[in-house]
């Protein structure tokens, strides 16, 4: 293997950011009042290989899209160090600007100019482009080409952004966020973008917050919480650190509901890896093989004469990784 | 055409000139702020001060006074209002009559009373010229002997006045909205930062912002002149040159205003806040409506220091008296400083997220 294929597409080490409110002034608007930093990114590393999808899973307000800007090199880190390609923002910012394609969590394009005049915008900052008819065809809105970007549906406002992030035919791709928001079909018709630019050899780094984006599209995910890293592999590399495949969940019947079922006896059930009694009263188990999980639990249940008034067994997700490793769900954490 | 821009690859700040343009002309809102909004101002108040003589003095006469005196008064040219005691007071208050005549108080002979507010240039006026003809057919002799010279000058008339002031009240607002609005708004939607984040040079923004700027102002000066022209008959007493050099000053002095206006706002509401801030007391103060030399004279050195006094100075130099750039070194000189001083200090202090 050559050594520019081994030196990573994008490595950080150390990386912190720090809001200090004391900087917002004149003309902050209200709400940047008085308060304490805000530790948004607190120390994060990362190695992403090239050619490869990687993911920054996590809630909302984990620090996905504060760590993205800083890769990007629109935001400066308060510490850390932050190499592309073997090159810093630093040292080599206009070459990299021109190696990278970004689409930003949210952009407003001007509503009055047309799609190809968005393009061409975008195509000036260039010194090699992409024709505006090959990126029309990449992105599927060729029939678009006359529309104003104001009568666009939100999924075609969304691939328009990325077709402004493939411009410069970039090594790196950095979505933030790219499907929220956006209907299932919408939401497919995007990820296969991003497979097909993957596909050709080049590197995604992407934040969402739906596992099920994550573990369709991503080689590796960082799971990120309150600016850390908290777990890091592949999608299936996780859920099998969970010491189990799948899931059941169940509930017992009304007033039945404590019926001195305890976790730890649902742990000495066999093949049970993990137990938890939910706030309304329901119990998530993992479980390594539920053909020998469920007729004992059904049996401890009976057992206890108590009555399931809901059962549900399936394959557990990177959601269940994030719940195991902060006891919170990804969507209302 | 859609084939020839596939591949051509034009200049961006071309890019981003054609980007402010085409965004100019696709709104119909913008068209009529630069358009509608400047020539219905100077149909509106060139109708309400249009010159067609000199309105006769009007005069609240109570119940009392002598039918001589008021019949003396009406021959002599002067409006007679018969009026109450309340209702006199409330005309005079509004202006409708410049004084009010009050019957000779009783055991007081036959001494007229004038009632008026001597604070009020038109009530002083009033009293002149009723008292003048009171004097004359009560039997005064003028010893001195005078005729009176009229002349019509060109350039005297409101709508001569208020021309230049419009066009320097529309090139600061073209500067302000065009430039410090459209910025904030560009932040507002993230699309600051999305160009920060594609390899822009950060000044090929401004300089496309600065050539779409310079496209509008002649669009923005002839709609006025064209306009006041044709409907009022304002001639151009001046250079065109002279026109150009304080237009151009004035718009970039106001564009370096809009770069600092606009350097930190966050959202549309604190950018519209901030532009009334700047523009309003100018609005007032600089003399686009009427001369800002009516205001004290202790205020006349802050007056004259604003960019928008210069400017109107200015144009009313170029427009009205035909001053060439010598004349006009100092307005420019102002201007200058102002822009300079503001674009210097908004780059520095402006946020691009």
């Not at chain 2, 002997?145 to 005297?156: F, K, L, S, T, W």
């Not at chain 2, 009334?276 to 001369?291: E, I």
Request: net charge positive.
């Amino acid at each position: 293997m050559q050594a520019a294929q081994l030196e990573p597409a994008v490595s950080c080490r150390g990386l912190r950011k720090i809001y200090d409110p004391r900087g917002r002034w004149l003309g902050a608007g209200l709400g940047g009042g008085a308060g304490a930093a805000v530790v948004a990114v607190d120390g994060l590393d990362l190695g992403i290989r090239r050619g490869e999808c990687f993911g920054l899973l996590g809630p909302n307000g984990a620090g996905k899209t504060t760590t993205v800007e800083i890769l990007e090199g629109i935001l400066e880190p308060s510490a850390g160090e932050v190499q592309l390609l073997g090159m810093s923002w630093a040292r080599d910012e206009v070459r990299l600007r021109e190696r990278i394609g970004v689409a930003l969590q949210e952009t407003r394009f001007p509503e009055r100019l047309s799609v190809a005049e968005v393009l061409n915008l975008f195509r000036s900052f260039y010194p090699r482009s992409k024709p505006v008819s090959a990126l029309l065809a990449d992105v599927e809105l060729t029939e678009k080409r006359d529309a104003w970007v104001g009568k666009l549906s939100g999924g075609q406002r969304q691939r328009l952004a990325i077709a402004c992030a493939l411009v410069g035919e970039p090594d790196i791709l950095f979505l933030d966020e790219p499907t929220t928001g956006l209907d299932p079909q919408s939401r497919r018709q995007l990820w296969d973008l991003v497979l097909r630019f993957r596909g050709a050899g080049g590197t995604v780094v992407l934040t969402t917050h739906y596992m099920e984006e994550a573990e369709r599209l991503c080689d590796r995910v960082a799971i990120i919480d309150h600016g850390r890293i908290i777990k890091e592999g592949s999608p299936a590399e996780l859920i099998r650190g969970l010491g189990a495949q799948d899931v059941i969940e169940f509930a017992l019947e009304g007033a039945a509901a404590g019926a001195g079922l305890t976790e730890s006896d649902l742990l000495a059930l066999p093949a049970v890896t993990g137990a938890r009694l939910a706030g309304d009263g329901a119990f998530t188990l993992t479980v390594s093989e539920p053909a020998r999980a469920l007729p004992a639990l059904i049996a401890l249940v009976s057992g206890r004469g108590a009555a399931l008034a809901r059962l549900e067994t399936r394959h557990a997700t990177l959601e269940d990784v994030f719940v195991t490793l902060t006891g919170r769900h990804l969507r209302d954490a | 055409m859609p084939e020839q821009s596939d591949t051509a690859r034009p200049h961006p700040v071309v890019q981003l000139t054609l980007m402010r343009l085409r965004e100019l002309s696709r709104e119909p809102g913008t068209l009529f702020w630069v358009f509608g909004f400047p020539v219905l101002i100077s149909i509106a108040l060139g109708l309400a001060f249009r010159t067609t003589g000199p309105e006769p003095v009007a005069v609240g006469v109570l119940p009392g006074v002598p039918a001589a005196v008021t019949g003396a008064l009406t021959a002599g040219g002067v409006r007679v209002k018969p009026l109450d005691e309340q209702a006199a007071r409330s005309e005079l208050r509004a202006g409708r009559v410049a004084l009010v005549l009050v019957p000779p108080a009783p055991g007081a002979g036959d001494v007229l009373g004038y009632r008026y507010d001597p604070m009020r240039p038109e009530a002083r006026l009033g009293r002149a010229v009723v008292d003048d003809v009171l004097q004359r057919a009560a039997g005064r002799h003028d010893p001195r002997a005078v005729r009176d010279e009229i002349v019509r000058e060109p350039g005297a008339r409101y709508i001569d006045f208020l021309t230049p002031g419009l066009i320097g009240m529309n090139l600061m607002s073209g500067s302000m909205w065009g430039i410090g609005w459209v910025l904030v708004n560009m932040r507002v939607r993230k699309l600051l930062k999305r160009l920060l984040a594609a390899p822009m040079r950060r000044r090929h923004l401004f300089y496309g912002q600065a050539i779409a700027r310079s496209i509008m102002i002649p669009v923005e000066l002839g709609v006025i002149l064209i306009f006041a022209r044709l409907a009022f008959d304002v001639r151009m007493a001046g250079s065109w040159l002279a026109l150009a050099l304080v237009s151009v000053t004035g718009s970039a002095c106001f564009a370096g205003m809009a770069i600092l206006v606009a350097s930190r706002a966050q959202n549309s509401e604190t950018m519209s806040g901030l532009m009334n801030l700047v523009m309003l007391p100018m609005f007032v103060l600089s003399g686009v409506f009427f001369s800002s030399s009516h205001f004290p004279a202790a205020m006349q050195p802050a007056v004259n220091a604003l960019p928008l006094t210069a400017l109107c100075n200015g144009l009313r130099a170029v427009i009205i008296d035909g001053a060439g750039v010598g004349a006009i070194a100092g307005s420019l000189a102002v201007m200058g400083v102002w822009g300079a001083i503001s674009f210097v200090v908004g780059l520095r202090l402006f946020r691009w997220g």
